[in-house]
């Protein structure tokens, strides 16, 4: 397995774009988080799905945050419009039900934007 | 708030001594605990976790101590490696009650110098 797959690695976008983070889980994998990194707060769960469906968005900023996961092998995470304070690395992880809270994470998207 | 809290966010030590990484949190409904590392342009790995009914968990030169009394936990790396140099991550959950979701630390900075 390739293991967890986000896209893009980087993304730069102006003030008031829109701006859509893909991930694709680990096959077989029951459970789907979106964290974000800065440094103030280290790493934030924004949202997290089980069998594709939101468990809790608690963690979302605010409206302009959205997630989907339409299907069991696609995610993604939409800011519209984004933000300076947006920027971040933004890791999305799968893990197994029963897996004792280890997850797998992605490589991350760095998002500036400017 | 932040109910997992990684104090020091740098932390040098010299090659083959030991490094000491502290954890502190706040919600005692937390049963589960895990540090991960991190590499630059990586997602977090998991490398070991705790159970609350336990006080130590030992896997080679990674030992996690746990006190529930005073909400701590800490991780012990011995001997230090320059491959240890990396970003480590407390990570807590309630897991017994159904919990999936990790709420991580700030992270701390590991250097170990040759």
């Known amino acids: 397995d390739a293991g967890v797959i986000q896209s893009p690695r980087h993304e730069v976008t102006e003030m008031g774009q829109e701006v859509t983070l893909r991930c694709k889980p680990i096959s077989g994998h029951d459970y789907l988080f979106w964290y974000r990194q800065t440094m103030m707060r280290g790493l934030e769960l924004l949202i997290y799905?089980?069998?594709?469906?939101?468990?809790?968005d608690s963690g979302m900023p605010e409206d302009r945050f959205s997630a989907k996961m339409p299907n069991a092998s696609f995610s993604t995470l939409k800011i519209q419009p984004s933000e300076p304070r947006d920027s971040a690395v933004y890791f999305c992880?799968?893990?197994?039900?029963?897996?004792?809270?280890?997850?797998?994470f992605g490589s991350g998207t760095r998002l500036t934007v400017v | 708030d932040q109910q997992v809290k990684q104090n020091s966010p740098s932390l040098s030590v010299q090659e083959g001594r030991i490094s000491i990484l502290n954890c502190d949190y706040t919600n005692s409904m937390f049963d589960y605990f895990l540090w991960y590392k991190k590499y630059p342009a990586e997602g977090p790995t998991f490398l070991i976790s705790?159970?609350?009914?336990?006080d130590k968990n030992e896997d080679g030169r990674f030992t996690v101590f746990l006190n529930k009394s005073a909400k701590h936990l800490s991780l012990h790396i011995v001997p230090s490696q320059p491959g240890d140099s990396a970003v480590y991550f407390c990570a807590a959950s309630a897991l017994n009650q159904g919990a999936q979701k990790l709420v991580f630390g700030q992270g701390t900075r590991l250097t170990i110098n040759p």
């Open positions: 992880a799968s893990s197994l039900a029963g897996g004792q809270g280890t997850y797998t």
């Open positions: 799905f089980n069998n594709n469906v939101p468990i809790d």
């Open positions: 705790i159970s609350s009914i336990k």
